[in-house]
């Protein structure tokens, strides 16, 4: 869904109002904007996927970021663009899968994850183990590289359930498996306990925002998104001031608020984005919680 149409459907919100409630269910439609940082993750990931898969334990890639700066919206476009890949060369391969470790963090339900990943539904029996069969499903698909989110949710699970669970990994790269784990920075040990695992990755980061050239060209790619009649000018050093004094240096708050302004923009009739617009969405969000989920 264009950026636009979602811009138009919290200002259609009942009563002339836009609820917290409906800046969370539109929130989740705003489509990845790319930004310098995001597009140097993707061309590595390709870079990974294309030069490094199917040597002798591979390259990895460890993506770290804040809460809230956009790694899931970053690897689901990713998926998508691969998907479009193999849609255009009618192969039906899986060269890239992506799965969302288990809160608790077992291997088990890792494998289980990868499994359903490559063939949704296949059956494990008893005397199977999930890992062998896992294993043989990315090789059966023709996985090259596995995305893994949320992977710092395998430090909730006790020592030793960690340590089967970067055991079963390092045995994903060294079948010439690239992996792409990531986490958010406070998480960034998760590897600690494999020295060797843990050489194998290079780290990415996405920064939370401060004043720019990057961030400005992402403001600049978030105002041609929502298309408003005269220019907003977000990039300019009055609007990047006081986005910033104002905490919004994630790229989830960012997209929230700027959704936010444009729909009270455009149901009184304003032509583009103004600071008195950012205020009041701004203040909608306090009053409303605000939204904790990632944007990008």
């Known amino acids: ?8 459907q919290a200002e259609a919100s009942a009563d002339g109002e836009i609820s917290a409630g409906t800046l969370l269910a539109q ?3 705003v489509p990845f904007v790319p930004h310098p940082a995001a597009v140097r993750v993707l061309r590595a990931l390709s870079w990974l996927r294309r030069n490094a898969a199917g040597l002798d334990r591979p390259k ?8 809230g700066m956009g790694k899931s919206r970053l690897l689901r476009y990713y998926m998508s663009q691969m998907a479009a890949e193999s849609a255009a060369s009618g192969l039906r391969r899986r060269e890239v899968i992506l799965v969302e470790a288990p809160f608790d963090g077992h291997h088990r339900k890792l494998a289980r994850a990868i499994i359903d990943a490559c063939l949704p539904g296949y059956p494990v029996n008893r005397t199977s183990s999930a890992y062998d069969v896992a294993l043989m499903l990315m090789d059966s698909s023709g996985v090259k590289q ?12 006790g020592r030793g359930t960690q340590q089967q669970t970067l055991a ?11 992996v792409c784990i990531a986490t958010t920075r406070n998480m960034v040990n998760v590897l ?32 041609q998104a929502i298309a408003l009649p005269s220019p907003s000018h977000l990039d300019s050093m009055a609007v990047v001031k006081w986005l910033l004094v104002n905490d ?3 790229t989830a708050r960012l997209v929230e608020l700027i959704v936010s302004a444009a729909a009270i923009a455009k149901r009184e009739g304003l032509p583009c984005l103004t600071l008195q617009a950012l205020e009041r969405a701004q203040s909608l969000a306090i009053e409303g919680g605000g939204v904790g989920h990632e944007a990008q």
């Not at 869904?1 to 138009?8: C, I, P």
């Not at 920064?207 to 961030?215: I, T």
Request: hydrophobic share 45%; proline share 1%.
């Open 27 to 29: 929130h989740s439609l």
């Open 248 to 250: 919004c240096s994630t």
């Open 60 to 67: 990895c890639l460890h993506l770290a970021a804040e809460s």
């Open 1 to 8: 869904m264009k950026l636009r149409s979602v811009v138009a």
């Open 168 to 178: 079963f990994l390092k045995a994903v790269s060294n079948r010439g498996m690239t």
């Open 192 to 223: 600690a306990a494999d020295e060797q695992l843990q050489s194998r990755f290079n780290r990415a980061d996405l920064p939370a925002w401060k004043e720019s050239r990057e961030f400005r060209q992402f403001l600049a790619g978030l105002e």
């Open 146 to 157: 596995i995305l893994i989110d949320e992977a710092g949710n395998f430090l909730n699970a």
